[in-house]
């Protein structure tokens, strides 16, 4: 079983585990039928790279808790919190404000004037990551930047307004739509025509002179 190495999570191997590693990486680069005996023996291995890695975050949290004792014990344990303090700050740890306001209270020790610089350090390396993820670039937003859209006017559309000092144009004049005439009364009452008479048949004459 692997066992851990300092307090940033590193781990030491033993012969038998390099060799179940090397099998791993092996089969992981080139997939394949495995036997049964290096199947399990790498899932042992992983079993055991974590537990060995919950080792090492119990570890550190012992670890930050010594350091939270130290400091609130200063100044007379300043000896003890330097070390600490240095100790976690290679297993990753970054300071906070009590870290930073009891480092400068030991400014006056070489060695907390160090560890303050360093503090430091980190810490403007943390605002300035902070920064660079909630900022958007500068040329994103730039108006400079910004390509131009070309407008379209569309018909029906409000007009575009004249530059200042330009005279407004006159509307052309509209046409008055023609009015229909007004009917006489002629028109509207048309007058009756007459009867005409009735022509004379033409053997009216003939059958009188009979008649006679």
């Given amino acids: 079983m692997p066992t851990p190495h300092g307090s940033r999570g590193g781990m030491a191997f033993g012969t038998e585990e390099l060799r179940v590693l090397r099998r791993a990486l092996a089969l ?7 036997p049964a ?38 100044p007379g344990t ?5 070390t600490l303090m240095e100790e976690s700050l290679g297993a990753g740890h970054r300071p906070v404000p009590d870290d930073m306001a009891a480092l400068r209270a030991l400014r ?12 430091e350090t980190l810490v403007e390396q943390d605002v300035r990551m ?8 500068a040329s994103r937003t730039s108006p400079r930047m910004r390509p131009r859209t070309r407008l379209t006017a569309l018909p029906g559309g409000k007009p575009a307004e004249r530059p200042a000092g ?3 144009s006159r509307p ?7 009015e229909r005439p007004i009917p ?3 028109e509207v009452f048309p007058p009756k025509r007459k009867p005409s008479a009735p022509q004379p048949s033409p053997d009216g004459p003939a059958r009188r002179l009979a008649a006679v």
Avoid: I, M, W
Wanted: proline share 11%; hydrophobic share 40%; glycine share 6%.
């Fill in 172 to 178: 052309a004049p509209e046409t008055p739509p023609k």
């Fill in 37 to 74: 005996q290096d199947v399990q023996d790498c899932l042992r291995l992983a079993e055991s790279v974590d537990e060995v890695t919950r080792e090492g975050a119990r570890l550190r949290t012992f670890l930050l808790a010594d350091l939270a004792r130290y400091r609130a014990a200063l």
């Fill in 108 to 119: 006056g020790n070489p060695v907390a004037a160090a560890l303050l610089d360093r503090c």
């Fill in 78 to 82: 300043a000896a003890g919190y330097l």
């Fill in 130 to 137: 902070r920064l660079a993820r909630h900022s958007v670039p």
């Fill in 184 to 186: 006489t009364p002629g």
């Fill in 28 to 34: 992981a680069l080139h997939p394949g039928p495995a």
């Fill in 166 to 168: 330009e005279p407004a």
